[in-house]
């Protein structure tokens, strides 16, 4: 709920986009790039 309160999207748009990350096993940024950059998606493909 943090991230989405963060993002500004629902949490129903974040279950969808869990269910989609997981389908694809999107990985997150790399090296040198800073969380606080991070899109929303890559954000939640971490706390999954």
Known sequence: MEVAKQEGVSDV???????????KEMAVPGAG???????????LAVVR
Not at 33 to 43: G, L, R
Request: glycine residues 4%; aromatic residues 14%.
């Open 13 to 23: 748009t974040l279950y969808v986009w869990r269910k989609q990350l997981g389908a």
């Open 33 to 43: 790039k800073v969380p606080d950059n991070w899109s929303a998606e890559a954000k």
